[in-house]
């Protein structure tokens, strides 16, 4: 493997707190050496990053890679190019597949179908109970040692308490986060949209933010019995940020993610019936969109994560109440985060990296990434915070195009995405 010399760039490692422009050199898949005017060993490729950002490999810690048994929505080889398309080095698949990722088996299958196929690398989610059925735990120690990263049902919340406190003390003895896809599906049952007075007036049952709140509660109480580590996905509510905040002051092991749509679409910015703006949460009022983005600033929510969740035309364009929900969201991520967060300064572009990068890594427990230093993995994202760009979902490296932010104008986007030294994707 040929050494890479990235020079000139502008590097920003929020773990470590450097910020200057600088060299990076790369070799034999690690990263050897930062600072300034580097020798460039003897045939190396070199990387003209003058002003761009050079960042540590960015992580999304929320994908869902569909196989295996959905692969006519995504691969994983489709995901993991629309990933390094994003700016993302590494990435954490959900278990929803078919067969479920409930045994070691399957996790296995991912990570040796990933090291095949995927241009970045994939660390499995493990499902919390059988089949995801949410009655009986699964192979959790099983998982943990065939390489899965976490254990979550994603989707299909576990309802049972008991089964839930099971798990957080089973994940605590194997110290892997337990993440929750936080809803009460007794109060969400049948709703499409987040409910409010866009949902009434469109005749659309609603999804309340109670759903919601209530599994969050739930959630942090169990997280204080059990001492587990706690993270709640797509936070979407006002009252969810107000107790994940009041949780960490309390110094329990908890922490939260948002998603780019979150914080930047409301209910009432959707456009009618399109079932590319369908997701779960739900996009909701303009309050939580505002207490997402104060809890991103305050640090109550830790991770941007996309919940990258692809649906192939034929399932996602039928009548919104009967479409799946969710959107893809690997290749817009860095712009939306950009275009929402930094540029209006809320907050800074350091604290955006730390949200992709070295925050993540510490919530997964993957010690190797997230930060630039040496002797660590040479995963590295460059991307140019003012590159004017739109938005072209027919032209995704993704499988399935279901994006409400086709034509979107963006002003920032990843240039070139390096995975173990080696340029997994460049932007042309």
């Not at 994003?86 to 990435?91: A, E, N």
């Not at 308490?161 to 003895?173: D, H, I, Q, T």
Request: with cysteine; charged share 20%.
């Amino acid at each position: 493997m040929s050494s890479l010399v990235i020079r000139n760039g502008r590097v920003m490692d929020p773990a470590s707190g450097f910020d200057a422009v600088a060299d990076v050199l790369i070799d034999g898949g690690l990263t050897v050496a930062i600072g300034p005017n580097l020798e460039a060993p003897s045939g190396s490729k070199i990387f003209d990053a003058t002003g761009l950002v050079v960042a540590p490999g960015f992580l999304d810690i929320h994908v869902h890679l569909r196989e295996p048994g959905f692969e006519h929505a995504e691969t994983i080889e489709t995901g993991g190019k629309a990933a390094a398309a994003g700016g993302f080095t590494t990435i954490c698949c959900m278990p929803n597949t078919k067969p479920v990722n409930d045994n070691a088996t399957v996790t296995s299958y991912i990570i040796e179908r990933a090291e095949r196929l995927s241009p970045v690398r994939v660390y499995p989610i493990g499902a919390i109970t059988k089949g995801s059925a949410g009655e009986e735990l699964a192979s959790i120690g099983a998982m943990k040692q065939a390489g899965a990263v976490a254990i979550s049902d994603d989707g299909r919340p576990v309802m049972n308490s008991r089964v839930m406190r099971r798990a957080m003390e089973l994940a605590a003895g194997w110290n892997i986060p337990v993440i929750d896809h936080c809803e009460d599906l007794n109060l969400s049952a049948g709703g499409d949209m987040h409910e409010g007075c866009t949902s009434v007036r469109r005749g659309l049952r609603g999804i309340p933010s109670s759903s919601e709140d209530v599994m969050v509660a739930r959630d942090l109480l169990l997280a204080e019995v059990t001492g587990a580590r706690v993270h709640i996905a797509h936070i979407s509510t006002t009252n969810a940020v107000a107790m994940v905040a009041y949780a960490k002051a309390k110094g329990l092991k908890v922490s939260a993610e948002a998603t780019p749509h979150h914080f930047v679409l409301a209910d009432d910015h959707t456009i009618p019936y399109d079932s590319n703006y369908k997701m779960k949460p739900p996009l909701r009022a303009n309050r939580d969109v505002t207490s997402v983005i104060e809890g991103i600033v305050s640090g109550a929510v830790e991770v941007i994560a996309t919940d990258h969740a692809p649906h192939p035309g034929s399932e996602k364009m039928q009548e919104f109440e009967r479409c799946p929900f969710g959107i893809t969201g690997l290749e817009t991520a860095i712009g939306l985060s950009l275009e929402a967060l930094v540029h209006p300064g809320k907050i800074s572009l350091m604290k955006m990296i730390e949200l992709f990068t070295s925050n993540p890594a510490r919530v997964m427990g993957l010690a190797h990434h997230g930060r630039l230093s040496a002797g660590l993995p040479g995963d590295v994202t460059i991307f140019d915070p003012e590159l004017r760009w739109t938005y072209d979902v027919n032209k995704t490296l993704s499988k399935s195009k279901n994006s409400p932010f086709h034509g979107t104008a963006f002003r920032g986007a990843p240039v070139a995405t390096i995975v173990g030294g080696r340029i997994a994707w460049a932007r042309e």
